[in-house]
């Protein structure tokens, strides 16, 4: 069990428009969500935490009104790359828990690469 | 907020022979320590993890030890194969506050 299914696994598109990203459960749900961003050669950094229900918190640095984040069910989370510009092409990663906890592991969707033109 | 740094940045090892990833961290009160196995354009995968109360943990050839005094943990793989080849981060958590990600080791099998 604990699959996290993200969609799409790739896109690109042109500067200025804005990029949804799906990131499901599918079979359990997820109390907790969280969005990563993977540059080349570096490492998962978190953009955001998103809880079902409530407004997301955003790392420091991360522009909440450019990276839109909906978290309506305790299945479905979605990030909004908004006005996509080149700077923004990366590897973006969902990552969902079960339970709140110490030891809860972090289940990752297959990720989505960006690619802004 | 905590801290994680993980060496080497890049590993070789003869198939065969044994890898070992360290990492430290900063928070004394972290409790839990997962490493995920990525391969190239893939997600991470979880593959051995180890909470605060426990000093070793060892699953086949995979094995990490915790010496929370440091601040430090580390993976082993034994008898490496060429399907060990991918990049390793280690990880620290403390309660329901976020993981942190160390920088990652590229690890290398060499036929």
């Known amino acids: 069990g604990a699959v996290v299914s993200q969609h799409p696994s790739w896109v690109i598109c042109k500067s200025g428009t804005s990029v949804k990203i799906e990131c499901r459960s599918l079979d359990f749900q997820a109390t907790t969500m969280f969005w990563y961003r993977q540059f080349p050669k570096q490492s998962l950094m978190l953009m955001a935490t998103?809880?079902?229900?409530?407004?997301?918190?955003?790392e420091q640095g991360v522009e909440k009104d450019k990276f839109l984040i909906n978290h309506a069910s305790l299945t479905l989370s979605t990030l909004t790359v908004t006005s996509a510009h080149p700077e923004d092409s990366s590897f973006y990663i969902c990552?969902?828990?079960?339970?709140?906890?110490?030891?809860?592991?972090?289940?990752f969707g297959n990720g989505t690469r960006l690619t802004v033109t | 907020g905590e801290n994680v740094e993980q060496h080497p940045s890049t590993l070789s090892v003869q198939e065969g022979d044994s890898a070992v990833i360290k990492c430290t961290y900063s928070?004394?009160?972290?409790?839990?320590f997962p490493w995920y196995k990525q391969e190239l354009g893939k997600r991470p995968q979880l593959i051995i993890d180890i909470r605060s109360n426990v000093g070793e943990k060892k699953d086949q050839r995979i094995a990490v030890t915790l010496n929370k005094t440091a601040k430090h943990f580390s993976l082993h793989i034994t008898e490496t194969q060429p399907e060990d080849s991918a990049v390793y981060f280690c990880?620290?958590?403390?309660?329901?506050?976020?993981?942190?990600f160390g920088t990652g080791t590229r690890l290398t099998i060499i036929p």
């Open positions: 998103s809880n079902e229900g409530s407004k997301a918190t955003y």
């Open positions: 990552s969902a828990t079960k339970r709140q906890g110490a030891d809860s592991p972090l289940h």
């Open positions: 990880a620290a958590k403390r309660g329901n506050e976020k993981l942190t």
């Open positions: 928070d004394s009160a972290s409790n839990y």
